[in-house]
């Protein structure tokens, strides 16, 4: 393990690799700062950018906006109480009122401070638990990696936002999208509707531009001819005291625990972890009346815990193949577009682009800490300007991301359908992420499942013939019966309260 670390680090450290790295993390900690924009949507409009790159390269500087993003969003929470990214929510609590104090540099400092340390700790258990679960996961059978993609989709609907069953439609319209086109083991032409162009599939680039592209944009077209107001003038980060920083050990303790073991569910990613570790500190706090008034501990916690989830979500991405947020099923879509097997094999085969991810992670933790103190006024002017200049700027470098993946204008007709629909979808309380991820996992599935049924001579015990398939099982049918209970019993409290 530590050689492979220091030879991704050396991977790193190339020129090149590094300057892409640190653009991405500045580009990530702009688009977090502007309400509306959003890391998954930075990494589409970088699709394009990185398909003429090579595979570690194109996904440093994705992991690099995906950093940069987490800390970003705390500055429009802070100044402006609008949050840059979902996630970033729970800072504006407390953040918002220690501004109105005239705190505002001392806010961002506990912001910067934690955002560095959720992402080391989280960096930490990341690289010890990878290379254990890769490990183990090398072990794995068809059977096996057929059922642990099964339990990523079941815990993905179950721990999205909403109900499961709306998760589940979502995974199954995705299964739908991706059994598309002409089935690699019969050659049998499934859904394509007579049309040529469907032959190979929906294009997997235009899929997520469309879903986590044009989605997004049509949704914030009423922010376009918004500007902020912020709440104070002065803008300079002010870092807290070693000291003081030490003394609030339950805080970034906690956001820090919580970012990587939430970050690690499939689904649930940093909005989850943010609150729930806000909540924890809160209730355990000794003056909890002060959380909402401008308490730095309520930055603290969610801060820690917001970035704290980027190595949680590598380690099921990068071990099992199944992404944690919605940021890392494109970075998962990323690694099939440059030709890289995603999953149990991927520690075998790209062994070389998983250290230089980690050790990647890292380094765009330190930059995002410089960047965030030297530029803060740079990103504080572009949260003043009209949107209108952006979501342009947005929808085209998407458009080109769909048209370069194939160098014609069908992906682009299929993206903007797709975007419509993902926005439909959207409204509706059906998360677009797991659309995607059923696109992603269900060729996986399938092609797995084929394989062991043929291997078994068509005996379907063959998925129960082992105790580790046995557990998968059974915790597949206790997320799906423990969801229905849940739903019973939100289905009586609504029939009492009518």
Known sequence: MFEGLIGGFANCLEPMNFVLLFLGTFLGLLVGALPGLSSPMAIIILLPVTYSLEPLPALLTMIGVYVGTKLGGSFAAILLRTPGTPASACTALDGFPMAEKG?????????????????????????????????????SSNADIALIAIM???????????????????????LLIGSMGMDKTDAIERFTFGSLDLLTGVPFAAALVGLFGFSVVIADLSLMKSSSELVTTKFKIQLPSTFDFLKRWRAWSIGGIYGAIVGAVPGVGADGATWLSYGTVKNNSKNPENFGKGEPD???????????????????????????????????????????????????????????????????????????????RFFVYVLRQHRSILFPFVMVFATLGAFASYNEFFPVYVAILLGVFGFIMEERGFPVVTIVLGVILGPIIEYNTRVALQVANADWTTFIDTWPRIIIIGIIVFLVFNEIKQGLKRQKLSKKNI
Not at 299 to 325: F, H, Q, W
Not at 346 to 358: E, H, I, Q, S
């Open 298 to 376: 309520g930055v603290v916690a969610p801060e820690t815990a917001n970035n704290g989830t980027t190595g949680g979500t590598m380690v099921p991405m990068l071990t099992l193949g199944i992404p944690g947020d919605a940021s890392t099923a494109i970075m998962l879509g990323a690694l099939y577009l440059h030709g890289l097997q995603p999953g149990v094999t991927l520690m075998k085969t790209g062994a070389d682009v998983v250290y230089g991810m980690l050790a990647g992670l890292l380094l765009a933790g330190i930059m995002m800490f410089g960047i965030a103190l030297g530029a803060i």
């Open 152 to 174: 990523g989709l079941v815990m993905v609907s179950a721990f999205t936002r909403g109900s499961m069953l709306k998760g589940f439609i979502g995974v199954c319209i995705g």
């Open 103 to 139: 705190q505002s540099g001392l806010a961002l400092g506990y912001a910067t401070y934690s955002s560095f340390f959720g992402g080391v700790t989280s960096w930490i258990i990341a690289v010890t638990c990878i290379p254990i679960i890769s490990g183990i996961a090398l072990k």
